[in-house]
């Protein structure tokens, strides 16, 4: 079955949510720490919120949200609480990309999470969005990293 194409800003006859935005997502990690240093030092991210919280049943945990330099969606950062979710730190996108991030300058990030000891899953190339190369993180998902056409 032929996939059906869809208009880009189109709701098909929905109704829409007025002012709707995606805020944050969660991304299990297994050490705060180790993440705050990761988006901030290796990506250059802004650390938005780092403050004690606790979990629904009253456990100890923080809430800390990292955002890209630019906006965009931040991230959570949730550490894994118990083996089920730790089971799923570096698999939350079953083996697939599941994050993007746009940069400015490809090369300079490459450079950057060589140092941090991340893997190039696939190397730079070209394609009608721009130069994309894929990485894994500390944790093992894959992102796209994502450029203009150079």
Known sequence: MAPVARRVGKTLGRPRVCGATLELFSLIVDDYDAAVGFFTDTLGFDLVE????????????????????????????ARADGPQQASAVGRQFAGRVGLFLRVRDVDDVLRRLERAGCELVRPPRVEPYGRVAVFDDPWGNLWDLLGDVA
């Open 50 to 77: 780092d403050r004690p919280s606790t979990t629904t049943d009253g456990r100890s945990k923080r809430w800390v949200v990292v955002r890209p330099p630019d906006g965009g969606p931040c991230l959570l950062l």
